[in-house]
């Protein structure tokens, strides 16, 4: 990727790919070059989408017509997104461009994907970015270098999908989306025109890492995938599906979730004649869908989104250590998408209610009162160390949990036979819950004048405070 930041380099100061001249640049896409040795290099350039007054490409660079013709479709899908949700006045103000990439250090590749290959680079004036460009030794470019032939051609049209991602991110605009910091654009008379992206920086969406973290935290993590959902199936272009719905199509930033590869999403839905056209498909369930009046299977993206997040995230991120008065209405919202019985509109809507019942501890009511066994200690807190362990913790030293009050905590230290006393700190999960801490010994206290701590009325009678 070193010789990506150089090539950038060579870029007209300051460039940027707006929006029309992206539609400028389609008949000469290339890619952003690769690793030394890697994909990347070679001539191109060339007229095949056959623009009018543009000169005829050498017989050298000739296309063949299958090539020819998914270039077209692809430079077709990519004017209708440039077109849409209000054209140029859409497209993302301001932003990185050639000059910062040309100045950005520490370039390191961080994985690479069918058609892509993404890198960490540090900025001049601070802070990091993800860089994407066309892998130009990747499946995609290597399965039509094999059906057709030409190399260059098929870089080109490999390149496609990475502008539609920027046009893309240039129009959708939601926290659950990866934002676009800018893009280089390189027309500086080398026979190539090279396009990188940079993104917001995240880290790679580790399953088996989420299912160790708490409940509330995995929660968060399906209600903003809920979210993202409701955004793209009312989004200005459309409703929008992730045509390859994977986890690993997410990442974490700040300890949020966001989708950041884009290049298969679709604004198209399924054309139909008759409802038997609707069938949506998966591998274990099918589900039959209404052929519209206009031709269009109804709600099939949304649909499609939605069962994905149910049989990729929700089964594996909602149920497991949830509050018991919880579990009804997550094995609701599990059902009900597991069998698309809900739409997009009706999940937020369970989702949403899960969480009010949550923060506001009305999911507590009718439990007996457990306070009254402890003693309660103001202005004082324990010292801080390592202690029993409960799953799952917000702390690897000890229990650290959420409670709604001292009273919940009072219950959860019952239900623990190591505890024997507890604090509830000032600090504060997303919902604004606090974290008390469970200790299975009296320790030494420490003056505090914002703290309390509560002792087992057992344990207090049997040992000196």
Known sequence: MAAAAAAAGRARRGARLSAAALLLALPALALLALPAGRGGGGGGGGNDEGQPGSPPPPPSLALPPGLREELRQRRRDLRRLAAAGGGEAAAAAGGLGCGDLSLATGVSVLGWGFTK????????????????????????VRQCVLRYGAPAGCRRLAAYKLLKEVTLLQRLRHPGIVQLHGQCYDNSGDPEIRVTAMLELGSPLEMIQLLQTPWEERFKICLSLVKLLFYLAHSPLGSIVLLDFQPRQFVMVDGNLKVTDMDDASTEELSCKEDKDCTLDFPTKSFPLKCSAVGKCEGINEKKNLFNAYRYFFTYLLPHSAPPALRPFLGDILNATGDLRYGINETLKAFEKVLHLYKSGLYLQKRPLLLKDYISLKGFRTVEGEDYKCWPSYSHLGCLLSVHSAEEAAAICNSQSQCQSFIVTQRRTWTGRPLASFQSSLTDLIPDANAVVYIKRSTSSGERL
């Open 117 to 140: 290959v993404v890198a960490r680079a540090a900025l001049a004036g601070g802070g990091a970015v993800a860089l994407k460009s066309v892998h130009g030794a990747g499946r995609e």
